[in-house]
């Protein structure tokens, strides 16, 4: 690990640094003495390319030791509780960067510093910052807010709002169930050829099986595998419901999967947007983030002649039992001061400033890596609105279908999630003859994949 001291900034950025560097968001004066923190994150040179140059001139008083998460990601540490707690006390970093179920994780624990104090001494604002957000951060830490999150990750259902006025197909609207987005889909038509026709839904690329029941698992937040026992929990009534709606939307051949997918093209650039048949015109309807915006505009400078098209906006998919609340959001970056921290004041500017109005300004340029928390700075990009992407309650989850799997074996599953789907597609079999066949046999995969993990654990503990 190296210490941070040399930056490289832009002049326009340097700029609105300046000018904002006596504004409201100047904290304690103590805070000004030559200090050093450490900040978890992913790596250093990740570090200079999001905030790290920026931070380094607004607060050259603070130098700051980037401790890499790299043996967090690691495969055989990922989702270790064990893990994290063992690196935090082993590096001892000041600020802690955290995933969501890293966060559920600490924030009731005692081990995180509760902010809300260190927000009213120094007059922070906050009232800008997503107050859903907010919420839902208080709630994971009992009523405390021990972290503040300045991006996430949200999607929306993007649509084509020329093809359903063409083929007289009502506009999608907020608040859409899966079960509505599929039949909606199924209006229109399937005919034509690979080049011309168009498709009900689809994605970025073609999907695929796998790649669809996990879109559709967004909303549900369902687990293949109970945390509690390890069984796993594939034939059950709720993945029958996602399976069940999937099956019905591939059977319509509306939507844009990989049977549908020829060829690769000339590797242009112009090539590379062709193939995204939603940026084309030729996909009524896709589930897709904040990037999506970019994408759509750098195709129709990259791609002559293209169909330039209205694009709406609805929030949603949602989930029926919960229809005010979205479970696809991703927060990748929570951040939080350790509660035996000896830098508290040093850490917090930290914190302050990457989830503060001048951070957000500068960043509001861009949206590929995230959503700004701070909506005042997040209202619209290239003239399309943001404010559907903040209509519904995020409802956290951890993104985790396996708890503690051994390598490879979710791959498996979705292996023998296709193979048994197409049987049934094919009426070999019956949905419920699919789900009990996966649920036997991936339970027996598993089971072997975590006899041989030991095993091979064993044989590495005996070569010490």
Not at 149 to 174: C, I, K, M, W
Not at 403 to 427: C, H, I, Q, T
Request: aromatic letters at 10%; proline letters at 4%; one cysteine or more.
């Amino acid at each position: 690990m190296q210490i941070v001291s040399k930056w490289f900034i832009p002049i326009f950025l340097l700029s609105l640094l300046l000018v904002s560097a006596c504004g409201k968001e100047q904290g304690n004066p103590d805070t000004n003495q030559k200090t050093a923190i450490k900040v978890m994150y992913w790596d250093e040179a990740s570090y200079f390319n999001s905030f790290g140059d920026l931070f380094a001139m607004k607060y050259p008083h603070i130098e700051v030791e980037v401790v890499s998460t790299w043996e967090l990601q690691k495969s055989e540490y990922a989702n270790s509780e064990q893990a994290l707690e063992e690196f935090i006390e082993r590096e001892q970093p000041d600020v802690l960067m955290l995933d969501s179920r890293q966060f559920e994780q600490l924030a009731p624990s005692g081990k995180l510093l509760e902010l809300e104090p260190l927000i009213q001494r120094d007059q922070y604002i906050v009232d800008s910052i997503f107050p859903n957000l907010v919420e839902l951060l208080k709630e994971k830490g009992e009523g405390r807010l021990y972290g503040l999150a300045p991006v996430f990750q949200g999607s929306v259902l993007y649509y084509n709002a020329d093809l359903f006025t063409r083929y007289g197909v009502e506009f999608p609207h907020d608040g859409m169930t899966w079960q509505e987005v599929i039949d909606t889909a199924r209006r229109f038509p399937v005919e034509g050829d690979e080049k011309t026709r168009i498709y009900g839904f689809g994605d970025q690329y073609p999907l695929s099986w796998e790649s669809l029941i996990l879109t559709m698992n967004s909303t549900y937040g369902l687990q293949l595998q109970n945390e509690q026992t390890g069984k796993l929990t594939i034939n059950t009534p709720a993945w029958r419901n996602i399976y069940q709606l999937a099956l019905k939307g591939w059977a319509s051949s509306t939507i844009y999967n990989e049977g549908d997918f020829r060829s690769l093209g000339d590797g242009s650039m112009e090539d590379y947007y062709r193939r995204q048949l939603f940026l084309m015109g030729r996909i009524a309807m896709v589930v897709g983030d904040q990037s999506l915006l970019s994408r759509l505009d750098a195709a129709r400078q990259n791609v002559r002649d293209i169909d330039v098209f209205e694009v709406g906006m609805v929030a949603g998919p949602v989930d029926p039992a919960a229809p005010e609340y979205t479970r696809d959001i991703s927060l990748r970056g929570i951040y939080s001061i350790r509660a035996d921290s000896p830098r508290v004041d040093a850490a917090w500017e930290w914190i302050k400033f990457i989830n503060g109005e001048d951070y957000a300004r500068i960043r509001s340029r861009t949206i590929n890596n995230g959503l700004l928390s701070r909506m005042d700075y997040s209202k619209e990009f290239l003239g399309h609105s943001l404010e559907k992407f903040y209509k519904l309650r995020p409802k956290l989850g951890d993104g985790i279908i396996m708890y503690d799997a051994p390598p490879g074996v979710a791959n498996e599953l979705f292996k023998l999630s296709e193979r048994e789907m197409m049987l049934v597609l094919d009426k070999k079999k019956t949905l419920d003859e699919a789900l009990q066949t996966m649920e036997s046999e991936g339970q027996a995969a598993l089971e072997q994949a975590q006899r041989e993990q030991a095993r091979a654990a064993e044989e590495e503990n005996d070569k010490k």
